[in-house]
């Protein structure tokens, strides 16, 4: 059954919810990031302006600039294993790793107009889409790439390699395009105007486009519902499993749905950036990036504070981590009598101030948010809890000591 939402419900509801759960990952890039992805827990790679892909090997902490080049920008990025992957962009420009991205060599595509979206799997397989209505299909890794007939003349800005015979491309013009036999024919299978600028395909039967509207089909697009209208400034879509999934877009929107995209609320963004791309890894963890080389982490869904009792306290409270000593990560629990602004920050012996937790309105109950140190070097930790007053009058504070062991 169809279920339509407008987008000022989802505020309305959203930021009633919102929870800090993304961190910003400190990068120094220049320009904008177009993609991003993650080839395992630790290890991701972004691209973008200026022929830029850049490499983390330890959770975003530190990173390799290992591509670059002023003539052309990338776009879009996919890896088929930890070694193997591709990354597309203007002027038909293909490049290719097989040593886990460490070097990119160029790959032929023909073309001299721009590639926008690449998608591997792990059979080596795999599809680019770009202006004109141009696709590409590799099945060895990347090293050579054939066109695709489409009869489309439109861009396609999206493209999933969802199996070795099943593929979907989007884009201008509202078009959705499918392949059943490997590239061998491309049909058009359905048209609803406007652009689509992401896509999100689980299988050969489930997914998800995006434009200005918010499609999900089940069957493989013979049918599609319509989840959410309109929507503005939407530029990607993932998801980990037919439940969970992102939305990201301008002013460093973020939405998070649990139930396939029937209904979503806002996951509260430490960036007002522009967001260009979303990367779900599994169901918790899942990165983003955009604007002035802004990269996003959450390792809980985006959900940093949880209320775990509703019942009134006899008053405010904070309590002592646990584990404490931890290595990485803690939980903190705190108690609020009334409803307000509760902020929790984190400082290192010396005061300076190393990462907020909470920043936002909570009504009255017990709370728990948890704390990965993973990035941050072993040593005694300070953490505080302001609450103020709906009148903006500060009504209680607290700080405690914990110690993180490596």
């Known amino acids: 059954m169809k279920k339509i939402l407008l987008l000022l419900l989802l505020f309305a509801y ?25 080839t395992n827990l630790q290890t991701l790679f ?14 975003g902490i530190n990173w390799s600039l290992v591509n670059q080049h002023s003539q052309y920008y990338l776009l879009s990025i996919s890896f088929a294993n930890e070694n ?16 886990g991205g460490l070097n990119w060599s160029e790959a032929s595509s023909g073309v001299s107009s721009a590639l926008t979206s690449v998608s591997l799997s792990p059979d080596g397989t795999g599809l680019i889409c770009g202006e004109g209505g141009k696709i590409f299909r590799t099945v060895n890794y990347g090293l050579n790439w054939v066109q695709q007939y489409t009869g489309n003349t439109y861009t396609f800005y999206t493209i999933d390699n969802v199996s070795n015979t099943t593929g979907y491309a989007c884009g201008d013009n509202g078009r959705v395009y499918k392949t059943t036999l490997a590239g061998a024919n491309w049909n058009q299978i359905a048209e609803f105007g406007g652009i689509f600028k992401s896509s999100s395909f689980l299988n050969a039967e489930h997914g998800w486009i995006v434009g200005t509207t918010l499609y999900k089909t ?34 460093g929107l973020i939405f998070k749905t649990l139930n396939g995209g029937t209904s979503w609320d806002i996951s509260l963004s430490p960036t007002i950036n522009d967001l260009q791309s979303v990367y ?20 809980n869904f985006g959900v940093g504070v949880e209320q775990i009792s509703s019942q009134l306290p006899d008053n405010f409270k904070l309590h002592q981590n646990y584990p404490n000593p931890f290595n990485p990560s803690t939980k903190i629990n705190f108690e609020i009598l009334n409803s307000g602004f509760v902020q929790i920050k984190i400082f ?40 103020f007053s709906l009148s903006g009058e500060k009504k209680f504070t607290a700080t405690k000591k914990m110690m993180l062991v490596k």
């Open 46 to 59: 972004t691209c973008g302006e200026d022929g830029r892909i850049y490499m983390s090997t330890n959770y």
């Open 14 to 38: 959203g930021s009633a919810n919102a929870q800090l759960g993304w961190k910003e990952i400190s990068t120094d890039f220049g320009g904008r990031l177009y993609d991003i992805t993650m």
């Open 84 to 99: 193997s992957g591709v990354c597309v962009g203007s002027s038909g420009k293909i490049l290719w790793t097989n040593n």
């Open 218 to 251: 089940a069957n493989g697009g013979a049918t599609w519902d319509t989840l959410v209208r309109n929507l503005n400034g939407i530029n990607s879509i993932d998801f980990a499993n037919a439940s969970k999934g992102f939305m990201v877009g301008s002013g």
């Open 280 to 299: 779900m890894f599994n169901e918790n963890v899942a990165v983003a990036c955009g604007a002035i080389g802004t990269v996003l982490w959450t390792e």
């Open 348 to 387: 290192d012996i010396a005061g300076r101030e190393v990462e907020t937790l909470a920043k936002q309105n909570f009504s009255p109950g017990e709370y728990v948010v948890d704390w990965n140190a993973k990035s941050s070097p072993a040593g005694v930790y300070l953490y505080t809890l302001n609450f």
